[in-house]
């Protein structure tokens, strides 16, 4: 299903009210390497193990990597980039030791001048991920070929040009973090010192420095690309950053998380469960809306007026509303009753209540990354705990397509091979996660005294978007997500304490027919890449403020 009339707008009516609006590689170049070098592949026999007390030996500081030479067409045009796949050490700011060694695989086009050429950092989130998903399916020069949103069929699996790439508004840099890819601490450290919120932010703050010392790009304009708790880390790296001397030009929050404490919230989460029951066509409204956009609007002024209402009245109960609430879920009173009108509520093995009963008739599950995609839950598939194995529907879909072709992709055309497995995702990192941090005011936003998890980060968003006057953020947010739902960063973005009205300006958010992992969706990619495009423009074309951004950095390592 391709975007529908304005479904990708920046939802300045009933979604975004009172809010304005929301939401290189080899050593010595300068932003590119000349196409005439040869391919230099790597084979690297360091055994990177992903446990909290696993670490590799600290004389191991080479930064070797395999450096292959490619061309691509975005937008009729040719270009030729250099791929680098390998290693940065980075090292602790006070003693300068090796502290760990970073995995991270980039692009840059050839024959670019520092200063003209942008550069974007991505990640994804987890926490526990290495950066494979957003490498192989966003904007990377080549990507995977899925049938999203239906189950993407056994090998052979294929790989094509990506006419969505970013390259030619950005060379792009993958980075993995300590515990994932083939990324790891160096001894005395072990992994579990890098897992955690600030912890894990000045290990990338670190990367990022010394990738622009390695490849002098000091200079460059610079960008992140964060996706799910990326965006939280996103937030805390670039007020990091900021304090640190480096001042970005732009940050995009892919699929936000930003207050844990809303997580689960049904107010936030009721236009995504009509989003959803609008595609499978089991709404109780008649006629059938037909733009999303304009009826997610509807949903969300239903949501934060009659449905907050009525969540804080129950066991009270107003039938009108029951009713609305059944027509924009597609749910009966009387099963919305039973579940106390919470639309977002799980049952005892952490099973979404609306995910597993809109289309319970039919014997399948919604998955809550993406609602479009549904799976057998009937049998011995509704028994395998959702969290355990990737058994969510969505990510079913796809696990197959992604191994078998990042093993492929990374070994034979990018001609990196190890003797270590690759860890794309580490639940052990997820596991001992320290969810602790320190705020900019100094406060402490990440556990409370019950040992729950309340962390926050729009609050570093606001504080590094107040001090750099100039930084322009894109939130992308997908319909079908109900993981981190759309109308709920909206809300997290209209609530953060930024109250200077022009700064706000420089913060847009878009939607896109779409999943957790928006990219998947071919026309929604599509889109979302014009729209990073226009911000990509918005934010290194503007002379005076690109001027301000440097001279703010200038000013800020005069001051270390």
């Known amino acids: 299903m391709g975007p529908g009339k304005n479904s990708n707008n920046t939802g ?165 973090p300590v515990g994932t890819g083939y990324s790891a601490a160096m001894a005395p450290n072990k992994n579990i010192d890098f897992w955690g919120v600030d912890q894990d932010a000045n290990s990338l703050k670190q990367f990022i420095k010394r990738y622009l010392t390695k490849n002098n790009r000091w200079n460059s304009p610079k960008f992140l690309y964060g996706e799910s708790y990326g965006t939280a880390r996103s937030c805390v790296l670039a007020y990091l950053l900021h304090e640190d001397g480096v001042d970005l030009n732009g940050v995009t929050l892919q699929s936000s998380i930003l207050d844990y404490t809303q997580s689960g919230n049904p107010v936030g989460a009721l236009p995504t469960a009509a989003a959803d029951a609008w595609f499978h066509r089991k709404l109780g409204v008649h006629p059938r809306p037909a733009d999303l956009l304009t009826f997610a609007e509807e949903v969300a002024q239903f949501s934060r007026t009659d449905y907050i209402a009525a969540l804080r009245k129950f066991p009270q109960t107003d039938n009108d509303t029951v009713e609305k609430l059944s027509e924009y879920t597609g749910i009966d009173k009387v099963t919305l009753i039973a579940w106390s009108i919470d639309v977002a509520s799980y049952d005892s093995q952490g099973n979404s209540l609306f995910l597993t009963t809109l289309l319970k008739s039919k014997g399948v599950a919604l998955g809550s990354y993406d609602g479009r995609v549904t799976a057998i839950s009937t049998g011995i598939a509704g028994k395998i705990d959702p969290n355990s194995g990737g058994n969510d529907p969505t990510m079913t879909a796809v696990t197959g397509v992604y191994t078998a072709m990042w093993n492929e992709y990374l070994n034979e055309q990018l001609k990196f091979t190890s003797t270590s497995s690759f860890t794309d995702l580490n639940d052990q990192a997820f596991a001992n996660w320290d969810f602790h941090h320190t705020d900019p005011t100094g406060a402490q936003k990440g556990v409370d005294a019950q040992g729950n998890i309340i962390l926050y980060t729009a609050g570093d968003l606001a504080a590094v978007m107040a001090l750099n006057i100039d930084l322009k953020v894109l939130s992308a947010n997908g319909f079908y997500d109900f993981v981190t739902p759309f109308y709920q960063t909206i809300i997290d973005l209209q609530q953060m304490p930024l109250i200077d009205k022009t700064v706000r300006e420089n913060l847009s958010a878009k939607f896109y027919p779409s999943g957790h992992m928006i990219y998947l969706d071919g026309p929604s990619r599509t889109q979302l890449k014009a729209d990073l495009a226009k911000m990509y423009e918005a934010a290194t074309t503007d002379h005076q403020a690109m001027g301000r951004i440097r001279a703010l950095q200038q000013r800020r390592a005069e001051l270390k």
Do not use: C
């Open 12 to 176: 300045k009516g009933a979604i975004m009210t009172n809010s304005g609006s929301a939401a290189n590689a080899s050593s010595g170049t300068s932003a590119g390497t000349p196409t005439t070098a040869p391919d230099q592949p790597y084979f690297d026999p360091t055994p990177y193990g992903n446990g909290p007390n696993d670490s590799i030996d600290a004389s191991l500081t080479d930064e070797n990597a395999a450096v292959t030479q490619h061309s691509v067409v975005i937008g009729g045009k040719q270009i030729d980039y250099t791929a680098t796949a390998g290693h940065l050490v980075i090292v602790d700011p006070s003693s300068s030791k090796p502290d760990a060694k970073l995995f991270y695989v980039a692009f840059t086009q050839n024959n670019q001048t520092e200063e003209s050429r942008p550069v974007t950092f991505f990640y994804n989130g987890g926490p526990g991920s290495s950066s494979v998903f957003v490498l192989l399916g966003s904007f990377a020069p080549r990507r995977i070929k899925t049938s999203m949103p239906s189950f993407t069929p056994p090998a052979p699996y294929q790989m094509e040009d990506n006419p969505d790439s970013l390259l030619d508004k950005s060379d792009l840099v993958f980075i993995n």
